[in-house]
């Protein structure tokens, strides 16, 4: 079945310490996004790409970056920088070309600085 | 620039009551509109949008929502809640012309479904 895996579900980071969180799609999609869920703040968006080797910044970059060497893999590394890193984190895809961005999303992966 | 104002952060309904849950955008081209569904600690799963077609619009599980330019709004109903139902809910906006990258989300509303 096509979807989006994120990997692990659930992450502990020391402070100070850079940590990646994974995002796999088979859905042929061009382009991935990742968000980032606090409780009462909705999905806030860090990163996107709509293209392989490009990806643009979005509403909260500071402390976070990206890479898109591969269609179906967009991951995002936590850096240090990242002040209050803990959270929940979600990646979604959607297919370019659309007239709206229907967006799929995967499962998240919950981040704990300790 | 789009928004989105969800209004209630938290709705509680009885099962087998009417669930009505609220959206109001603000976007300066048409709009766009999705409904999101969140069960805890997992991802979000469309239950329906709005793509300038009909008004009214069908989902998944029962729900759906109108489309209402004059009032801004897209508000999501259930006729009759099921203990299922329970989750928490997301409105999102993005815009027809130009860059669709971007959606604009509500921060949520948390539906609590009392046997």
């Known amino acids: 079945d096509g979807g989006i895996t994120q990997s692990p579900k659930y992450l502990f980071r020391k402070e100070g310490q850079n940590v990646t969180l994974s995002c796999e799609q088979n859905l042929n999609h061009d382009a991935m996004y990742w968000y980032r869920q606090d409780p009462g703040q909705g999905l806030r968006l860090i990163y996107y790409s709509q293209i392989v080797n490009d990806f643009q910044k979005g509403d909260i970059a500071e402390g976070y970056s990206v890479s898109r060497e591969k269609k179906e893999s967009f991951p995002l590394t936590v850096t240090s920088a990242q002040k209050n890193p803990t959270a929940f984190y979600l990646c979604?895809?959607?297919?370019?070309?659309?007239?709206?961005?229907?967006?799929?999303f995967g499962p998240g992966t919950r981040l704990t600085v300790l | 620039a789009q928004s989105v104002t969800q209004l209630g952060s938290h709705v509680s309904v009885s099962e087998g009551a009417l669930v009505l849950l609220r959206c109001n955008y603000s976007s300066s081209v048409p709009p766009y509109l999705f409904w999101y569904v969140q069960y805890p600690n997992q991802g979000l799963q469309l239950l329906l949008k709005y793509t300038s077609a009909a008004t009214l619009v069908k989902g998944i599980n029962g729900f759906e929502a109108e489309f209402k330019k004059s009032e801004t709004s897209f508000h999501l109903t259930k006729p009759s809640a099921h203990m299922s139902d329970a989750a928490e809910y997301f409105c999102?906006?993005?815009?027809?012309?130009?860059?669709?990258?971007?959606?604009?989300f509500g921060k949520g509303t948390l539906l609590t479904v009392n046997p």
């Open positions: 979604a895809s959607s297919k370019d070309g659309e007239k709206y961005n229907e967006q799929f």
């Open positions: 999102a906006v993005t815009g027809s012309g130009g860059s669709n990258y971007k959606l604009t």
